[in-house]
């Protein structure tokens, strides 16, 4: 077993950089959990660390109708940012992605693997924030959709209404729009876009060789 082989071991992986995009991306991707359907505090992943912090407590009721959290090795950047509609660059993080599942996930920190079914374009301050919209591998009741149209109306009415309003704070402006769900053929060239933005700001950080 070489060094790296050894480290790979000894030490846990930074979530954003130290694990896999997926099997097949753009259309297979790995999903890192930051937030479940049960979650009233909104939590996140500090960049420094890698372990999940306190963003903020929920100011009002709603809670994410999915599973919540990002594509490790993403980055929305410039290439993100020109597929977003009036946006005028990238919110700087990991891509965001919500994954449908018809079972309840109830624990945070886990990898799921899924793949790319649509999006939802949000932009947060002119700053392009997408949402892509991914089904868990083998789910009994979602698992055969490929595209947005094949999952009910309702389901996307939820995420696009939980994202309208989770930043929502009584007597202060919202400064985030949403600009329209699209489907897997675009969510694809947003999850591309936020691969390609990732390998030119951290390409250095290492390669799929590192995981053993």
């Known amino acids: 077993m070489s060094e790296s082989q050894r480290d790979w071991f000894r030490y846990r992986p930074h979530p954003w950089h130290g694990l896999s995009t997926g099997d097949d991306p753009p259309a297979r991707i790995d999903a890192f959990i930051e937030l479940t359907p049960f979650d009233v505090i909104k939590y996140e992943i500090e960049k420094r660390t890698g372990y999940l912090m306190v963003d ?34 990238g919110d700087g993080d990991p891509l965001d992605v919500c994954v449908l599942t018809e079972r309840p996930v109830d ?5 799921l693997k899924a793949h790319v079914i649509g999006g939802i374009s949000m932009i947060d301050g002119g700053e ?34 939980y994202f309208a309003t989770y930043k929502l704070v009584p007597g202060v402006s919202s400064e985030v729009t949403i600009a329209g769900v699209y489907g897997r053929e675009h969510a694809m060239k947003v999850v591309k876009a936020s691969i390609e933005d990732y390998s030119e700001e951290y390409g250095h950080l290492g390669s799929e060789s590192d995981q053993g």
């Open 56 to 89: 903020r407590p929920q100011r009002t009721s709603s809670t994410p109708p999915t599973p919540y959290g990002f594509i490790p090795r993403t980055w929305c950047g410039r290439r993100v940012a020109a597929l977003s509609p009036n946006s005028t660059r």
């Open 128 to 161: 392009a924030d997408d949402k892509v919209i991914a089904v868990m591998d083998r789910d009994a009741v979602y698992g055969e959709a490929s595209d947005i149209g094949d999952i009910p109306i309702a389901l996307v009415d939820r995420l696009e209404h």
């Open 107 to 111: 624990r945070t920190e886990i990898l």
